[in-house]
T-cell receptor, first 121, second 111 residues
Framework: GAVVSQHPSRVICKSGTSVKIECRSLDFQATTMFWYRQFPKQSLMLMATSNEGSKATYEQGVEKDKFLINHASLTLSTLTVTSAHPEDSSFYIC?????????????????FGPGTRLTVL | AQSVSQHNHHVILSEAASLELGCNYSYGGTVNLFWYVQYPGQHLQLLLKYFSGDPLVKGIKGFEAEFIKSKFSFNLRKPSVQWSDTAEYFCAVRGYQKVTFGIGTKLQVIP
């Protein structure tokens, strides 16, 4: 159980175009989804936290107009990289946390997707 | 701000050797601590976690970790590694509302 998928797994696009990445929880309802970015030889960097039906909370330094996040349902969140540039090339990973149960914090256990490799030419 | 440091970036061990991966964190409040593992070509998976109670936490596949509050540490251990333990291991700390990951340690186990 607790499977998270991402699509696409790899995308190459031209500079100036927009790219949408989907993150789906396949067998559970995810009240909260997280988007991370990972540069080579660096740790995962949290970009934003999204809760179903509300606006995403972005980490400091992350441009919300550039990285649009939509969490329209309990099983789907999307990240759109708008007007992508070569410096946006990176590995983007999503994770999902299921519904909290009696006192459990929602961020306690995250289930990760396989990641999406974005290359902007 | 919270931070996590993993001391060993690349560890090479022979099968049956003992493993200890260091993890230290920086945060002034109550924390939850995690170790995640990423096997080659697979997703990040939760190995074990500490919320409260017994500071010695046992996880899957024979791994354990000890939370030492005075040292702000949460080191991962396994008494005898196997070739199948070859993977990248990430320590993470949850402070107020946010989880921060360490840079990861690549473990290579030689048969």
């Amino acid at each position: 159980g607790a499977v998270v998928s991402q699509h696409p797994s790899r995308v190459i696009c031209k500079s100036g175009t927009s790219v949408k990445i989907e993150c789906r929880s396949l067998d559970f309802q995810a009240t909260t989804m997280f988007w991370y970015r990972q540069f080579p030889k660096q740790s995962l960097m949290l970009m934003a936290t999204s809760n179903e039906g509300s606006k995403a909370t972005y980490e400091q330094g992350v441009e919300k107009d550039k990285f649009l996040i939509n969490h329209a349902s309990l099983t789907l969140s999307t990240l759109t990289v708008t007007s992508a540039h070569p410096e946006d090339s990176s590995f983007y990973i999503c994770s999902a946390a299921d519904r909290p149960r009696g006192g459990q914090r929602v961020t306690d256990t995250q289930y990760f997707g396989p990641g999406t490799r974005l290359t902007v030419l | 701000a919270q931070s996590v440091s993993q001391h060993n970036h690349h560890v090479i061990l022979s099968e049956a050797a003992s493993l200890e991966l260091g993890c230290n964190y920086s945060y002034g409040g109550t924390v939850n601590l995690f170790w995640y593992v990423q096997y080659p070509g697979q997703h990040l998976q939760l190995l074990l976690k500490y919320f409260s109670g017994d500071p010695l936490v046992k996880g899957i596949k024979g791994f354990e970790a000890e939370f030492i509050k005075s040292k702000f540490s949460f080191n991962l251990r396994k008494p005898s590694v196997q070739w199948s333990d070859t993977a990248e291991y990430f320590c993470a700390v949850r402070g107020y509302q946010k989880v921060t990951f360490g840079i990861g340690t690549k473990l290579q186990v030689i048969p």
